[in-house]
């Protein structure tokens, strides 16, 4: 079956509808997702920039949550602007992704802290606001966050994004299959496609 | 008649395919086009950009020659890479672009000048490259790029990178319909059915 890896952060805007879209898109063609969360900021420290670009210049940042905004009205998602704050620490929230992988709970998990974030107007960085997020999912929250913050764990995570870097990632969200990657949420319809034919 | 603002730079990889592409989607849907060829250089440098962002994110240009390429293939467009160098310096091709507006020609000009650019790799900055341009094209080349060099054309380009600024444009291809503004190749088909419903 083909497949496709799907590489978002949790602070990233354009990682949402990417996040909200991309189970049934993927199903209907056939091709096995493999959500792979990591982090930007090691990346965007690689760049020489200390916060979000869509902070450091402005006017990007404007056009970046209009064109958002159409974006979700496009395809029927919610979205509540501005969020609480911009970006927001995923760090904890990609730490509990990577644990839940072999639970198959990562997509269910990943849903529900984007839409804490981006509908919900949350501060996802909060251990309370995971915790309630974890037990929406019928799960043990504490067992959960400390499986999370455990050393194998943090490890696990820090050789995701080395391996996002070297597959020459510089923004989320990305989608690769193989070698050949695919920036942003406006590409994830062209790396399904690639998947199918070529992956 | 719902009409578009095309901003371009000569310069810039991904206004390629919108050049190419606008001319037809636009007809179709009944939207006229306003060929709007501006400045990247003075925008950039607000950001504190001395070069464009693909040479200084070398992740960010690897990408966009790949995703330039994908996209070509798409549209069945042709494409040589890598260019000549990259980016070229657009000035005059702009100079000249702005100067043939009256004369409905700047189309026509703009279309040329990015196939000797992407297609057959010439040097796009050198006047003898443009003459030869404006010669295919039926032109008087020496009056043409006379008319380019006036001050009075001069300063209608640098009002219309102005304009461009005051838009909040960062970065080509991008189209307005009033203050609304897509930026992006990719943006074309929105931004032209943006002009159809509310133009």
């Known amino acids: 079956m083909p497949s496709i ?8 805007s354009y990682s949402y509808p990417a996040v909200m879209r991309i189970a049934p898109l993927a199903e209907d063609a056939g091709v096995t997702v493999n959500w792979r969360p990591f982090l930007l900021g090691p990346i965007f420290a ?12 402005p006017s990007k940042g404007r056009y970046m949550w209009r064109d958002l905004e159409r974006i979700c009205e496009k395809e029927g998602l919610p979205l509540s602007l501005p969020p609480v704050s911009f970006p927001q ?4 929230a990609a730490r509990i992704a990577r644990a839940l992988r072999d639970d198959g709970l990562t997509p269910d998990f ?9 509908v919900e ?17 019928g799960l043990d929250a504490e067992a959960v966050l400390a499986k999370a913050e455990t050393d194998l764990n943090k490890a696990h995570l820090r050789a995701d994004t080395d391996e996002a870097m070297r597959l020459d990632i510089f ?11 695919f920036w942003g949420n406006d590409r994830l319809e062209d790396a399904i496609e690639w998947a199918v034919k070529r992956g």
């Open 46 to 57: 690689n760049h020489g920039w200390a916060d979000s670009p869509f902070n450091l210049y």
């Open 171 to 181: 923004g989320a969200p990305s989608f690769t299959v193989g070698d050949e990657l």
């Open 121 to 137: 107007k949350k501060c996802i960085s909060l251990d309370n606001v995971l915790a309630e997020i974890l037990q929406g999912l």
């Open 89 to 92: 620490n995923g760090l904890k």
């Open 5 to 12: 890896d799907f590489w978002y952060e949790f602070a990233s």
């Open 110 to 118: 990943t849903r529900a802290v984007f839409k804490a974030n981006f």
